[in-house]
């Protein structure tokens, strides 16, 4: 995307933003649009959290409960007599 843009372009954006915005401004325009990719950052890995956490969820549910026992009585042979 920016391929066409060259150094030239580069710089005449940044007076371009000077003449638009003032010298005052740009440092809190740029807090502004930092605080903006922060929160998005932010409230995309909290949307990737949920989503991995209810997966887990999910195949903790679809595991099947395997009961734990303890074989007090001998094995019953149902072999047939000789």
Same mark, same amino acid.
């Given at each position: 995307?920016?391929?066409?843009?060259?150094?030239?372009?580069?710089?005449?954006?940044a007076v371009l933003a000077l003449?638009?915005? /003032?010298?005052?401004?740009?440092p809190e325009l740029g807090r !502004?649009?930092? *605080?903006?990719?922060? $929160?998005?950052?932010? /409230?995309?890995?909290?949307?990737?959290?949920?989503?991995? !956490?209810?997966? *887990?969820?999910?195949? $903790?549910?679809?595991?099947?409960?395997?009961?734990?026992?303890?074989?007090?009585?001998?094995?019953?042979?149902?072999?047939?007599?000789?």
């Amino acid at each position: 995307m920016f391929n066409s843009i060259g150094p030239t372009g580069f710089i005449l954006l940044a007076v371009l933003a000077l003449l638009l915005f /003032g010298p005052n401004k740009l440092p809190e325009l740029g807090r !502004a649009v930092g *605080r903006t990719f922060r $929160e998005f950052k932010e /409230g995309a890995r909290d949307i990737i959290s949920d989503d991995d !956490a209810s997966s *887990r969820k999910e195949q $903790e549910k679809a595991k099947p409960l395997v009961a734990e026992t303890t074989i007090t009585e001998k094995p019953v042979d149902k072999r047939l007599p000789e």
